[in-house]
């Protein structure tokens, strides 16, 4: 499959980050890199821009089952406790 370029406003509406957001996270090194095709013309791969998109989901999931066993573990000592003072 040959790789596509997507233009900054197609990046914006794929993965709904305002094109600020969009370029402080470029600074900060969390997303893909844009490459110059002229003076006012900057371009994203596609392929590049669906792996941050998937690291992203895969990082949520992992995420919330983290904080799901967390939320089980507070919720499991407030029970203790509660049954402690009775």
């Known amino acids: 499959m040959a790789d596509r370029f997507l233009s900054v406003k197609q990046v914006v509406d794929k993965v709904c980050l305002s094109k600020t957001e969009l370029y402080d996270r ?6 893909p890199r844009s490459i110059p095709l002229g003076p006012r013309k900057v371009v994203f791969l596609q392929s590049q821009v669906d792996a941050w998109m998937q690291a992203q ?3 949520a999931a992992s995420g919330l089952s983290a904080r799901s066993e967390k939320a089980r573990r507070a919720v499991a000592a407030r029970r203790d406790r509660q049954g402690a003072a009775l």
């Open 26 to 31: 470029i600074g900060a090194g969390t997303f």
């Open 57 to 59: 989901v895969e990082a």
